[in-house]
């Protein structure tokens, strides 16, 4: 099977912004115990509620937070992927792994899970 290069690029990217990326963004919020430091009781005030939260947490609860913001953004890149190949959006209807979401799952957790050398084949 050979895919073209958008599909490798597609799901390298959606790994990158999970590693580094927006998938960050809340868990570095939560580990620093401050979600927006602008929100006050009257201004943006659920989000200070967080930030009241957040103040009451130890740092290895605020970490463990932190770890399930990670794993909830990677879920919804998972799912967004599923259903890509369920609705048969090109080149998203299979993957090297079986469906695309095994290869993002692949390059997300296992540094050293390279791409098929398509010349190769």
Excluded at 47 to 52: L, S, Y
Excluded at 91 to 116: C, H, K, V
Aim: glycine share 8%; proline share 5%; charged share 25%.
């Amino acid at each position: 099977m050979e895919k073209p290069a958008v599909y490798k690029q597609v799901i390298d990217h959606l790994v990158e912004e999970c590693k580094s990326g927006q998938g960050q963004i809340g868990p570095a919020r939560a580990r620093q115990g401050v979600w927006n430091a602008n929100a006050t009781a009257d201004f943006i005030p659920e989000q200070h509620k967080i930030n009241v939260l957040l103040s009451e947490l130890t740092e290895e609860q605020r970490d463990i937070l932190a770890g399930v913001l990670e794993q909830q953004f990677s879920a919804g890149v998972f799912e967004s992927l599923k259903a890509l190949e369920i609705f048969a959006i090109k080149p998203f209807e299979d993957g090297y792994e079986g469906s695309p979401y095994n290869d993002f799952i692949g390059r997300l957790t296992l540094d050293d899970w390279a791409w098929p050398d398509e010349s190769q084949r």
